[in-house]
């Protein structure tokens, strides 16, 4: 699945800036189709050393760690390397296993080491370390992700929960045409974008794209593009696809902040295609990329444009995809006099 071409009109403080945009496709996991990859899709950790000059949770590092703060004494930290699973490395919690002579590990690994003990090799039965057990609700750790900026200390059992949903946790590479197990801060992530996956990055709160492909009815499971707005401080990514819903091909078009969710709540945005006298009109909040691309897809929360509605749009004999997408994004301002919302457009 091929485009011949893409055009893309980004409206910005100084005017109207025209830019052709030559774009790449990708495939999805487990599709057979016959799109282009960008050329240097290695995929590799990243680390960043960028200042923290956001409020997005970010510090500029490019990859979590765990970590334990200077807030943590001695002791403690001793106390949390026992608490290590000498098999995974990972944190124990109950139940936690020891085996006669005193040497410990985790349940999950318990079923891995076929119930012999890693260290000693002795047979380890069903003893728990209770005393462990016991140490560990007493302890308090800070946050794996200290270096990122989280201040918080919890107390063990807590820790863990807390950290899955820590909003200094890293973000995941936004990027939905492979599999790319690159993670950081925002900073991080719009350069990765723009140098390792070639993202086209514009500025301006408003936006013009013309899709234009010959053959329309090879729809298959694909992203087709991906571009980035940098408007109010703010990136966002704006995404358009084709795939299967059901067994009708579709066409999709939907935006995400990158940002956590109860920032991307400040924002708003419109989606418009037409021709012919018709249009669809999509408007809504942009979901975070906290929620994967897939998630937001299978939702539906986006402008789903059928192909026979594309295809009348796009005019002529119908053979040939000719799609102008319009939009623009907007900052809900909370008016503290009378307990509303008042749009906050971008000149």
């Given amino acids: 699945m091929e485009f011949d071409s893409i055009e893309c009109v980004s409206t910005t403080d100084g005017g109207i800036e025209e830019d052709e945009i030559h774009h790449h496709h990708h495939h999805h996991n487990n599709t057979n189709n016959n799109l282009h990859h960008h050329p240097n899709h290695t995929h590799h950790q990243f680390s960043s050393s960028k200042p923290n000059?956001?409020?997005?949770?970010?510090?500029?590092?490019?990859?979590?760690?765990?970590?334990?703060?200077?807030?943590?004494?001695?002791p403690a930290t001793s106390v949390h390397e026992l608490l290590e699973c000498p098999v995974c490395t990972n944190s124990m919690y109950p139940p936690i296993h020891q085996c006669h002579n005193g040497h410990t590990l985790c349940s999950t690994c318990k079923t891995r080491v076929h119930n012999r003990c890693p260290t000693c090799r002795q047979e380890l039965g069903d003893i728990r370390c209770l005393a462990l057990e016991k140490v560990a609700e007493s302890l308090e750790l800070p946050c794996k992700y200290y270096s990122l900026g989280c201040p918080e200390i919890f107390p063990y059992y807590s820790k863990l929960k807390h950290e899955a949903m820590c909003t200094f946790r890293p973000y995941n590479c936004p990027y939905a045409g492979s599999d790319c197990s690159v993670v950081g801060d925002?900073?991080?992530?719009?350069?990765?974008?723009?140098?390792?996956?070639?993202?086209?990055?514009?500025?301006?709160?408003t936006f013009n794209h013309r899709y234009v492909k010959s053959n329309p009815r090879e729809v298959e499971?694909?992203?087709?593009?991906?571009?980035?707005?940098?408007?109010?401080?703010?990136?966002?990514?704006?995404?358009f696809e084709a795939f299967q819903l059901g067994t009708a091909p579709v066409y999709m078009a939907f935006l995400r902040f990158m940002g956590d969710e109860t920032e991307a709540r400040n924002y708003s945005y419109s989606l418009e295609v037409g021709a012919n006298g018709r249009k669809l009109i999509w408007e809504g909040t942009p979901r975070s990329i906290r929620d994967c691309h897939k998630k937001v897809r299978d939702s539906h929360d986006g402008l789903i444009i059928q192909r026979n509605m594309a295809l009348f749009f796009s005019g002529g004999d119908r053979k040939e995809l000719k799609l102008r997408v319009t939009g623009r994004i907007w900052k809900e301002q909370q008016n503290p006099d009378a307990g509303v919302c008042i749009p906050n457009l971008c000149s």
């Fill in 186 to 205: 925002i900073p991080f992530l719009v350069d990765h974008l723009r140098d390792d996956h070639k993202v086209d990055m514009h500025t301006g709160c």
């Fill in 221 to 239: 499971n694909a992203t087709w593009m991906l571009t980035v707005f940098h408007c109010f401080g703010q990136y966002f990514c704006l995404h």
């Fill in 53 to 74: 000059n956001n409020n997005n949770g970010n510090n500029g590092n490019g990859i979590n760690g765990s970590v334990v703060g200077p807030t943590a004494t001695t």
